[in-house]
């Protein structure tokens, strides 16, 4: 076992800690996942309605960016007139500037307009996987679709789209909730407790024995590498794979993950990419974008914005590791 330590986690926070409290457990379901909130609990105990405000907050990220829900504000503005302009919730905007500044960064390997070409792979809301969609109707989904085609004003809160342009949260919306019920425990004035959405976590303080937030790094199915632990301490923590929805035609294996520049699915021999970030949202965009680079681009990229990354790749001789600058000097 390898241990990550931060460098937000200092002596300082150990002195703090809330000695003989408890630590509360509340959990529910949320797109089309699970969530679960651990909560070190001030001696008075926690607020009233707690477990429904986070129910709350969660079903309002749902009706504004759930490609799955046909109200959504992200499923209206994709059924939009082409060139109408509309408008969009704050929260909403926020998400869309975010996906798109990973975006540009990531020279389009992350695209939040994709959402065109995920439905006809079947990785949609309609979720028909199963089949390799026709050459022709691949080659439109790309060419009017994506981030070219939509027309953002993040100043006015509003955008609109163009062609086949359809927006999708999927990579990014999770991290974005994960966030927000963080920032609403913070609001209630709780600092100690680890969030956690279909897999992605962000953890704040110390429990009450001492230690902090320890969450183990997703591991790939079958890899023998040794595990990595990280003290998940002012951190979120985000990982894509190509192991959780995939299918296979013909004998060759689709992964869910898609390159928005070329319109296929991944085969570039990244099992997994995590992300460890200060921002839950941006580790989740993150992970994508380094996947869909693969080794040496992805690792390049960490590298210029400063990311801690652990990518895990497939080859012929087995499984390898690369690790980024900034997850190494944590594990030394």
Same mark, same amino acid.
């Given at each position: 076992?390898?241990?990550?330590?931060?460098?937000?986690?200092?002596?300082?926070?150990?002195?703090?800690?809330?000695?003989?409290?408890?630590?509360? $457990?509340?959990?529910?379901?949320?797109?089309?996942?699970?969530?679960?909130?651990?909560?070190?609990?001030?001696?008075?105990?926690?607020?009233?309605?707690?477990? @429904?405000?986070? &129910?709350?907050?969660?079903?309002?990220?749902?009706?504004?960016?759930?490609?799955? @829900?046909?109200?959504?504000? %992200?499923?209206?503005?994709?059924?939009? #007139?082409?060139?109408?302009?509309? $408008?969009?919730?704050?929260?909403?905007?926020?998400? %869309?500037?975010?996906?798109?500044?990973?975006? &540009?960064? $990531?020279?389009?390997?992350?695209?939040?307009?994709?959402?065109?070409?995920?439905?006809?792979?079947?990785?949609?809301?309609?979720?028909?996987?199963? &089949?390799?969609?026709?050459?022709? &109707?691949?080659?439109?989904?790309?060419?009017?679709?994506?981030? #070219?085609?939509?027309?953002?004003?993040?100043?006015?809160?509003?955008?609109?789209?163009?062609?086949?342009?359809?927006?999708?949260?999927?990579?990014?919306?999770?991290?974005?909730?994960?966030?927000?019920?963080?920032?609403?425990?913070?609001?209630?004035?709780?600092?100690?407790?680890?969030?956690?959405?279909?897999? @992605?976590?962000?953890?704040?303080?110390?429990?009450?024995?001492?230690?902090?937030?320890?969450?183990?790094?997703?591991?790939?199915?079958?890899?023998?590498?040794?595990?990595?632990?990280?003290?998940?301490?002012?951190?979120?923590?985000?990982?894509?794979?190509?192991?959780?929805?995939?299918?296979?035609?013909?004998?060759?294996?689709?992964?869910?993950?898609?390159?928005?520049?070329?319109?296929?699915?991944?085969?570039?021999?990244?099992?997994?990419?995590?992300?460890?970030?200060?921002?839950?949202?941006?580790?989740?965009?993150?992970?994508?974008?380094?996947?869909?680079?693969?080794? @040496?681009?992805?690792? #390049?990229?960490?590298?210029?914005?400063? %990311?801690?990354?652990?990518?895990?790749?497939?080859?012929?001789?087995?499984?390898?590791?690369?690790?980024?600058?900034?997850?190494?000097?944590?594990?030394?």
């Amino acid at each position: 076992m390898r241990i990550a330590i931060p460098p937000a986690l200092s002596a300082q926070a150990f002195h703090r800690r809330a000695s003989g409290a408890a630590v509360t $457990s509340l959990g529910g379901a949320t797109m089309g996942t699970s969530w679960s909130a651990r909560i070190v609990a001030p001696v008075s105990g926690l607020p009233e309605g707690i477990a @429904e405000g986070i &129910e709350a907050v969660l079903a309002r990220i749902v009706a504004q960016m759930s490609q799955w @829900e046909p109200d959504s504000d %992200l499923s209206r503005f994709n059924r939009a #007139a082409p060139g109408a302009w509309r $408008s969009l919730p704050p929260e909403f905007n926020m998400v %869309l500037a975010a996906a798109l500044v990973v975006a &540009e960064r $990531s020279g389009g390997a992350f695209d939040p307009a994709m959402g065109a070409l995920a439905e006809l792979w079947g990785f949609g809301a309609s979720g028909r996987a199963g &089949e390799v969609p026709d050459a022709g &109707e691949m080659a439109e989904a790309l060419r009017l679709g994506g981030r #070219a085609c939509v027309e953002f004003d993040p100043l006015l809160l509003r955008a609109c789209r163009y062609g086949r342009a359809a927006l999708d949260f999927s990579g990014i919306a999770k991290g974005y909730a994960v966030d927000t019920v963080a920032a609403y425990l913070r609001g209630l004035g709780l600092s100690d407790w680890l969030v956690e959405i279909g897999g @992605e976590l962000r953890g704040n303080g110390i429990k009450p024995d001492g230690q902090p937030w320890w969450v183990d790094f997703e591991a790939v199915p079958g890899s023998p590498l040794p595990p990595i632990r990280v003290a998940l301490h002012g951190l979120a923590i985000a990982t894509s794979g190509d192991y959780r929805r995939n299918f296979e035609v013909a004998g060759r294996r689709y992964a869910h993950t898609l390159d928005p520049r070329t319109g296929m699915p991944l085969d570039n021999g990244v099992a997994s990419t995590t992300v460890l970030h200060g921002e839950c949202m941006l580790a989740d965009a993150w992970a994508t974008a380094l996947t869909v680079l693969g080794p @040496e681009a992805g690792l #390049a990229l960490a590298e210029r914005e400063g %990311l801690a990354m652990h990518m895990v790749i497939r080859e012929k001789a087995g499984m390898r590791e690369i690790l980024s600058s900034g997850l190494a000097a944590m594990l030394e």
